[in-house]
């Protein structure tokens, strides 16, 4: 079984509407990230938690938020989504080392808002 | 601020040719982490190798070779005799202690390699 795991894997959607996309892991890491990647731009930063009860602002969490409802889940939702929140959407884990940890990702999430 | 850069967006070699990929990195911080990811067609994003600031030895394994050099703040990474499999966009990304430890990515490389 994959160590990092979301769902939906693809999911279409109209504008406005809400969006829950779910990520669980089993690798005991303390740390999780949201990412969204689109064509040329690389990974970009959503939002990260560094445990349950500390969760942080990327560089791009406008329109988005996310809850930790235990050590291994981490959900973003999009509250209204919008066209140019059409997306690859990864989440990622990693262990508590500062600085030097290495990210495990999920398979990604293809969002796309019509 | 941290910054990688990776100038080439797009490369296409034909296979066994080698192929290096570039990635300047940017940060004040003396201790500091670099990273390389691979993503192939598939999607999924696979971690590669980490290097810390205070180890510049160059690293191999199998194919694979990455040059750390901090003289010109650069961490490349070089393919002997690629292979049609080794085709994926490649991530070069930066972490320091002092911004939580949060990764920043390059824009990321594409590599095609024709058989």
């Known amino acids: 079984d994959a160590d990092v795991t979301q769902t939906p894997r693809n999911r279409i959607t109209k504008t406005g509407k809400r969006i829950m996309l779910e990520c669980s892991q089993t690798?005991?890491?303390?740390?999780m990230y949201w990412y969204r990647q689109d064509p040329g731009l690389g990974l970009r930063l959503i939002y990260y938690s560094f445990d349950v009860k500390d969760i942080n602002k990327g560089e791009i969490s406008d329109g988005y938020s996310v809850s930790r409802q235990a050590q291994a889940k981490f959900s973003l939702s999009l509250e209204s989504a919008i066209p140019n929140q059409t997306a690859l959407y990864f989440c990622?884990?990693?262990?508590?080392?500062?600085?030097?940890?290495?990210?495990?990702f999920g398979p990604g999430t293809r969002l796309t808002v019509l | 601020a941290q910054k990688v850069t990776q100038a080439q967006t797009e490369i296409s070699v034909v296979e066994k040719e080698d192929v290096t990929l570039d990635c300047v990195y940017e940060?004040?911080?003396?201790?500091?982490?670099l990273f390389w990811y691979k993503q192939p067609p598939s999607g999924e994003l696979v971690f590669l190798i980490r290097r810390n600031s205070f180890d510049e030895q160059n690293e191999i394994s199998g194919r694979y070779s990455w040059n750390f050099q901090k003289s010109t703040s650069s961490f490349n990474f070089t393919i002997t005799a690629s292979q049609v499999v080794d085709s994926a966009v490649y991530f070069c990304a930066l972490s320091v202690n002092t911004n939580a430890g949060k990764s920043t990515f390059g824009d990321g490389t594409t590599l095609t390699v024709k058989p």
């Open positions: 990622a884990t990693s262990v508590s080392l500062a600085g030097g940890n290495e990210q495990f």
């Open positions: 690798k005991g890491h303390d740390r």
């Open positions: 940060t004040r911080d003396t201790t500091y982490y």
